[in-house]
């Protein structure tokens, strides 16, 4: 099993540009969330998908769409690149959800290192 | 007041010793609680879930503390490769959007 992947690893966009970022995994999982990741600060939620076709906003949204077509993939879009794009992003997913569970483990990908010029 | 606030660190330990650092979280409805490690460069993995009772993992220990709203993780035993950031995290209201730390960098020297 691959668990979490990521592509592409490293991007550097122009201002204005656009791209999406694509998350597959392959544990069967029902949640799936994006994250950016900007030094000194804790991991901010984007957006968040909790089953195949619903999506739905998180902490930092504006900018950013995403996509859930198949349960097994999760894609972000960014329309017009800004340099405040510039980030790490996570992928995660995770089974499910239960207060306190065991299920609620999230898993990561590897990241995606942008550069907004 | 940020969500869920620890110490940046760093915390530079001697190998073999134990070392502790504390989280504090703002919102007492939350009710799940984490520490996830990550290596410098790579993606979060999950350390230990912190339970009300408090659990322990080999060297590694988690206490709850709700009334006073933080949680703690200890390590015994300190090795070159518990070197890493720690991040808490705390699961949003009763949903499951998690707050993540900023993290606590610790770094082991032999």
């Known amino acids: 099993n691959a668990g979490v992947t990521q592509t592409p690893k490293f991007r550097v966009l122009k201002t204005g540009q656009s791209m999406t970022l694509l998350c597959a995994q392959d544990m069967n999982h029902e949640y799936m969330y994006w994250y950016r990741q900007d030094p000194g600060m804790g991991l901010r939620l984007i957006h968040y998908s909790v089953g195949e076709g619903t999506t739905a906003k998180g902490e930092v949204p504006d900018g950013y769409n995403v996509s859930r077509l198949k349960k097994q993939n999760f894609l972000l879009g960014l329309e017009s690149a800004a340099p405040s794009q510039t980030s790490v992003y996570f992928c995660?997913?995770?089974?499910?959800?239960?207060?306190?569970?065991?299920?609620?483990?999230?898993?990561f990908g590897p990241g995606t290192r942008l550069t907004v010029l | 007041r940020k969500e869920v606030e620890q110490d940046p660190g760093p915390f530079n330990v001697p190998e073999g010793a134990t070392v502790a650092f504390n989280c504090t979280y703002s919102n007492s409805a939350s009710q799940s609680f984490f520490w996830y490690r990550q290596d410098c460069r790579k993606e979060p993995k999950l350390l230990m879930s912190v339970y009300s009772s408090g659990n322990e993992d080999g060297r590694f220990t988690a206490q709850l503390n709700r009334a006073s709203q933080y949680i703690s993780l200890l390590i015994r035993d300190s090795k070159l490769s518990d070197s890493a950031t720690y991040l808490c995290v705390v699961n949003k209201n009763s949903n499951y959007q998690l707050i993540w730390g900023a993290g606590t960098k610790l770094i082991i020297k032999p």
């Open positions: 995660a997913s995770s089974y499910s959800w239960q207060r306190g569970g065991a299920y609620n483990e999230q898993f």
